[in-house]
């Protein structure tokens, strides 16, 4: 026993939700005899569903550089361009679908659009991010002073504090001069290329130094295959925390995960401890 509703017309299955057939674009009729128009704008035409599936998004992170194709920009969203979502036929197609920032996005609106579907298509093939080997995301982290700054599950109370590594900062947190709150680090591969760069929040990745980049709501991921290089949530507004780093930096191996604090393998700080001082000083914490 099947539920399948068959074309009337090419025999072809549709899917639950089409108001039409995929195969030979015959479209449902109501009980008048009319044409049904899709009613709910989470499925196409053809009852294709908005939800896109993981691998296909890894894809057009990839070759898109993890920026909008046009300026670069993060975040993003994913944009179906060939086909439109509505006539989106079968299943989500990587090739068809393209990154772009919310002011890009923008431009695509109107009639006509400052950015057409061709433009965005051109882009596609020629990724702002993958030109440049950058990709940008000005980060916004709300104040919400005093704030508890977490490494892994070590955590620390004070205005700022900083992380160095052979007398170099690797990583800081602090109070910007407009409230809100600052990120710097800077995250290496083996041979001591930068592939990820904070400064004051704002955010470089060097799309041929990572395999992904995702932003999901206060959550944040840069990995290098099974490798995460960088992992912050922002879930809790006062807490900034850092739930992964792994970086070589100067020849050496850093990584802060639940664990704790590791240099070269080296335990530095105990998993679960805290270090408190006045709310006014900076905390500077020297390893290796
Ligand atoms: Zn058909
Ligand atoms: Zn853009």
Known sequence: MSNTINCTS?????????????DCDTPLLDSSG???????????RYGVHRTIQDDVKKRVREECGFGCVICGNMPTHYEHFDPPFKDLKHNHKADGMALLCTSCHERTKGNPPEIDKATVKFYRTNPDAKKKNSAKHPMFFLPRWPLTFKFGDVEFSGKRVNLYVTGQPVLSIYKLPNGTVGVDAICQNKQG?????????VLEVRPSGVSDVVKVGTKFTISNGKR??????KSNPHIMKV??????FMGNHIQISAKGIFVNGEFQILAGGSLQVNATDDINIQLG
């Open 10 to 22: 090419c025999k072809s299955d549709l899917k639950p939700m089409a108001v039409a057939c995929p």
């Open 34 to 44: 009319a044409p049904l128009k899709q009613s709910d704008s989470d499925y196409s």
């Open 193 to 201: 290329s930068t592939v990820v760069k904070i400064k004051e929040s």
């Open 228 to 233: 995460k290089i960088l992992d912050l949530d």
């Open 243 to 248: 739930v992964g780093y792994e970086t070589y």
